[in-house]
Nanobody
Framework: QVQLVESGGGLVQAGGSLSLSCAAF????????MGWFRQAPGKEREFVAAAAWNLYYTDSVKGRFTVSRDDAKNKVYLQMDSLKPEDTAVYYCAAARNFYDSAGYYSSRRSYDAWGQGTQVTVSS
């Protein structure tokens, strides 16, 4: 059974940094592209970043967030710098069904078949 477990969320002031981790169980990370999504209150879950053959980011986090993966540790990471109040959300990691060289593929929730439980990130102004 596949299980994804996020950690590292918390409360931080605007301009600060947080580092999220996602540990994968029941799958071999090297066989999966991995994504990060977030969901703010009252909003739909949105794509943040993905680590596949290449790295992909939504425009609002480019230059501030960095996604990485350590296949040997079966972990994926999201380093978040220069945080803004609008980054406040529950952050989820997810395992994609396939590898594709396509930003559009990774930005769609339908491309993922395993999700973590989420970790709360709150950025105060």
């Amino acid at each position: 059974q596949v299980q994804l477990v996020e950690s590292g969320g918390g409360l931080v002031q605007a301009g600060g940094s947080l580092s999220l981790s996602c540990a994968a169980f029941g799958l071999t990370l090297s066989t999966r592209a991995m994504g990060w999504f977030r969901q703010a209150p009252g909003k739909e879950r949105e794509f943040v970043a993905a680590a596949a053959w290449n790295l992909y980011y939504t425009d609002s986090v480019k230059g501030r967030f960095t996604v990485s993966r350590d296949d040997a540790k079966n972990k994926v990471y999201l380093q978040m710098d220069s945080l803004k109040p609008e980054d406040t959300a529950v952050y989820y990691c997810a395992a994609a069904r396939n590898f594709y060289d396509s930003a559009g593929y990774y930005s769609s929730r339908r491309s993922y078949d395993a999700w973590g439980q989420g970790t709360q990130v709150t950025v105060s102004s």
